[in-house]
Each structure stands twice: as structure tokens, then as C-alpha cells.
């Protein structure tokens, strides 16, 4: 049984930082591509960063820049480092392998 868990997400003003985490387990995480998606209210949920498993990475091009997705397939987690957040960025965050989802993390970003 797959399952994913979130975790990092809160409340901070425009321009400061989170690090958001997804532990997976049921999967062999070292051959799984590990997505970050979010959804804001009113909006279709979209893709925010991916990580392969030989070691690629893809970003929106919103992020591009001041995110980065990173993994530790020991700890079976994988990482979305945020920088110089906007408000724009407000968002319910998912961690994303196949069509297993977790459950998602709120990031508020004040102005």
C-alpha cells in the first residue's frame, strides 16, 4: 500500500522560505519519480516540480529558480526547498509518485 505524507507547510511573509517533506512508503522510492504539485483555491491543480529517479529534475516555470526538489532514498523522502516565496504561491502542496497522491500541505505566503 502506497502511501505519502507531507509535512513543512505553514504561514510566512513574502520573500522568506520553507522546506516542505513527503515520506513515502509501499514503493521502491529509488526507481519512483517523485512529483510536487499544488492547488490554490479556485484553481486547477498544477505541477510544481519533479524528480526523477536517475537523478533529473523539471520545474514550472513559476518556480524556476527559487525551488528545488531533492531526495534521499535512504530516508525514502522527498524534499521541496522554497525560496523568496510570493504570495502567489499560496497553494495546498501534493506529493505526487504515479497516481498515488499524499494528502497535502497548506503554504500561506503573506504580502
Known amino acids: 500500500q502506497v502511501q505519502l505524507v507531507e509535512s513543512g507547510g505553514g504561514l510566512v511573509q513574502a520573500g522568506e522560505s520553507l522546506r516542505l517533506s513527503c515520506a513515502a512508503s509501499?514503493?521502491?522510492?529509488?526507481?519512483?519519480?517523485m512529483g510536487w504539485h499544488r492547488q490554490a483555491p479556485g484553481n486547477p491543480r498544477e505541477f510544481v516540480a519533479v524528480?526523477?529517479?536517475?537523478?533529473?529534475?523539471n520545474y514550472a516555470d513559476s518556480v524556476k529558480g527559487r525551488f528545488t526538489i531533492s531526495r534521499d532514498n535512504a530516508k525514502k523522502t522527498v524534499y521541496l526547498q522554497m525560496n523568496s516565496l510570493k504570495p502567489e504561491d499560496t497553494a495546498v502542496y501534493y506529493c505526487?509518485?504515479?497516481?498515488?497522491w499524499g494528502p497535502g500541505t497548506q503554504v500561506t505566503v503573506s504580502s
Open positions: 505526487r509518485v504515479g497516481n498515488f
Open positions: 509501499g514503493i521502491i522510492f529509488s526507481i519512483a519519480g
Open positions: 524528480s526523477t529517479s536517475d537523478g533529473r529534475t
